[in-house]
Structure formats: structure tokens, C-alpha cells
């Protein structure tokens, strides 16, 4: 854990822009010695050849942060910084991210951890999380589509709790049926659309297969229906 910056010596009262005497002013100061500290926090797990965080670095900040590798939060965390290559944030996400969330160093990234989730659940916030989750799992130039047991794994991270009976009988049939290799982006968008609808389960009474739900879906209330039949 970086070691805690010295604290600094309060502004005068009513003064909006006061001026140091190397001529900046003392907000701007401010702001520059937050960036540093943020800074800083992103070397203490930079890969110093790469320039960036790497695997090896988000597991030791998981490890700091007193979270698993796999929890929900990471993945959430790796949203609000908007990292575009799965394992591994740049500096300038880092900047971004830690800015957007208010936050200089190890233990205030922690107590933000809680508030982040509270974001990330907003419906302003949660379909878009929910894309992101999907988009972060294409590691390859030109790679549209995701490995079954991802998604049986991303589904349980990001949809189990909301919608756990829902999710325990998708992950199982994905498992066995034998049409599907892959789920593309418009499958993994509907399996959010089936989970938040009205749709009475597990009977599935009012699922109606005319409203344009991808054929997996039609195959999946098909394969419900036959189970409890």
C-alpha cells in the first residue's frame, strides 16, 4: 500500500484563487498532487515494461483490495474505467477511472467499491454495464462471439443475483445442448431482455415466440416445457 500523502495546510477563508509563489494557483495545485497520488497507485501494480497493468498487477490489487479476482466488482470497476483489452488497464483508463470515482489511493478505492455497485445497478447504468461485460470478452482482433462456458460464468457474474432461478436453468441448458458453441452479442443482449421481462417462470406461460426472440430462446422455453411436462 502507497504511503499516505502528508496533509495539507487548509486554505484561507473567502479566498477562491489563491495564488502560490511559484505563480499556480493553489486548486490547480491541488489537482495536479491528487493526478501524482493517483499515479503513483497505478505504478505500485504496473507491469514497468508494459507500461500498464497487466494480470499479474490486477491480481495483487484484487489481493490488496481484499476482493477475488472473479468478483463482480473487479469487472464493474474495469467498466467505470472503461478498459477496452480484458486483464489490463492503461494508465490513462487509470486516470480516468479513479478521477470518475473520486478516489487517490488504496483505501479510498476500497470504501468506493460498495457505492460503485450501487451505480452499476441503476437501470440508467445496469443494460450498458451488462454490454460491457459481454464486449470485454472478446479478446481477439475481429471476435464477435463468446464460448459457452464464459457465458455460463459471465451469466452467473452478472445476472445471478438479480435473477437466479432464471439463470440456473439458462447456464444448464447451455451446458447441454449441442447446437451452440458460441453466443453472439444480439443472444446475450436477449437473455437480459427474457430475464427483465414479465415473463411468469419457470412455467413460461406467456412467453410468446412471435415477439422476435432469437431461436435460442425458443429452444430454450421449448427444453423448460419438456423438463416439467
Request: a negative charge; hydrophobic letters at 35%; glycine letters at 4%.
Amino acid at each position: 500500500m502507497p504511503p499516505r500523502a502528508s496533509k495539507r495546510k487548509s486554505a484561507p477563508p473567502n479566498s477562491s484563487s489563491v495564488t502560490s509563489s511559484d505563480g499556480r494557483s493553489v486548486s490547480n495545485k491541488a489537482k495536479t498532487k491528487g493526478m501524482d497520488k493517483i499515479d503513483r497507485l497505478f505504478n505500485t501494480y504496473a507491469n514497468s515494461s508494459l507500461g500498464m497493468i497487466d494480470p499479474e498487477g490486477i491480481e495483487a490489487l484484487c489481493s490488496d483490495l481484499g476482493v477475488d479476482y472473479t468478483d463482480v466488482r473487479i469487472l464493474m470497476l474495469a467498466w467505470k474505467l472503461k478498459a477496452e483489452k480484458q486483464g489490463y488497464f492503461t494508465q490513462d483508463e487509470w486516470q480516468t477511472g479513479l478521477k470518475a470515482l473520486g478516489v487517490d489511493s488504496l483505501t479510498k478505492l476500497k470504501k468506493a467499491l460498495p457505492e460503485l455497485e450501487k451505480e452499476v445497478e441503476e437501470p440508467s447504468n445496469y443494460e450498458d454495464f451488462y454490454i460491457y461485460a459481454f464486449q470485454y470478452c472478446l479478446t481477439e482482433e475481429k471476435q464477435k462471439s463468446v464460448d459457452i462456458e464464459s457465458i455460463c460464468e459471465l451469466l452467473n457474474l452478472v445476472l445471478g443475483v438479480q435473477f437466479r432461478p432464471q439463470v440456473d436453468s439458462l447456464v444448464e441448458y447451455l451446458k447441454v445442448q449441442n447446437d451452440y458453441k458460441v453466443i453472439n452479442a444480439d443472444q446475450w443482449i436477449n437473455f437480459l431482455r427474457f430475464c427483465k421481462e414479465q415473463i411468469s417462470f419457470p412455467d413460461l406461460e406467456n412467453y410468446d415466440a412471435t415477439q422476435a426472440w432469437p431461436l435460442i430462446l425458443d429452444n430454450f422455453v421449448e427444453w423448460m416445457r419438456e423438463k416439467q411436462s
